[in-house]
T-cell receptor, first 109, second 114 residues
Framework: GQNIDQPTEMTATEGAIVQINCTYQ??????LFWYQQHAGEAPTFLSY??LDGLEEKGRFSSFLSRSKGYSYLLLKELQMKDSASYLC??????????WGAGTKLIIKP | IAGITQAPTSQILAAGRRMTLRCTQD?????MYWYRQDLGLGLRLIHY???????GKGEVPDGYSVSRANTDDFPLTLASAVPSQTSVYFC?????????????FGPGTRLLVL
């Protein structure tokens, strides 16, 4: 079967760094996406990894290890507006996205 | 219009009624998707369309139908609503199918079936 695992909820402090992990087992692999979803809103694209390694984009970075079926999203200098759910999604052999349930990130002052 | 729009924003529906959720995009994207999002579960694909005139079944297609008469519109129909179809429905589009394309989402329709 196909499976994406993420922690359900994480809490961090404003100004700190947080790492959100994602492990996956899918039929085929065609890239891994991270999306951000604020409560009551639509998911919005954050990052895409298809090769192993770290992709940095401002305060957000995403890492991929295909051999381990593992990715993480790293958020630096946390701001209150980063309070949201973070969704991990993997492209399968048919290029359809398989989605994790999301990690709700709570930022405390 | 900029991006993807969905209508209605929310709806309360009696079980057994027929309902069409509307989705329109102005980005000239070839591929479009319908997902449902339920608490504690990931987004689940209901139906998709790789290009105008074609549709395909996703992970949870039962009880739903779609059509793609043109590039811009991708309506989702519930023929006879049941309470288990209570969910938030998101329409999405991507530039093309068959590749690792970023998907862009509409604002969602919140549906309650009683």
């Amino acid at each position: 079967g196909q499976n994406i695992d993420q922690p359900t909820e994480m809490t961090a402090t404003e100004g700190a760094i947080v790492q959100i992990n994602c492990t996956y087992q899918t039929s085929g692999f065609n890239g891994l996406f991270w999306y951000q979803q604020h409560a009551g809103e639509a998911p919005t694209f954050l990052s895409y990894n298809v090769l192993d390694g770290l992709e940095e984009k401002g305060r957000f970075s995403s890492f991929l290890s295909r051999s381990k079926g593992y990715s993480y999203l790293l958020l630096k200098e946390l701001q209150m507006k980063d309070s949201a759910s973070y969704l991990c999604a993997v492209g399968d052999s048919n290029y359809q996205l398989i989605w994790g349930a999301g990690t709700k990130l709570i930022i405390k002052p | 219009i900029a991006g993807i729009t969905q209508a209605p924003t929310s709806q309360i529906l009696a079980a057994g009624r027929r309902m069409t959720l509307r989705c329109t995009q102005d980005m000239r994207h070839n591929a479009m998707y319908w997902y449902r999002q339920d608490l504690g579960l990931g987004l689940r694909l209901i139906h998709y369309s790789n290009t105008a005139g074609t549709t395909g079944k996703g992970e949870v297609p039962d009880g739903y139908s779609v059509s793609r008469a043109n590039t811009d519109d991708f309506p989702l129909t519930l023929a006879s609503a049941v309470p288990s179809q209570t969910s938030v429905y998101f329409c999405a589009s991507s530039r093309k199918a068959g590749g690792p394309e970023t998907q862009y989402f509409g604002p969602g329709t919140r549906l309650l079936v009683l």
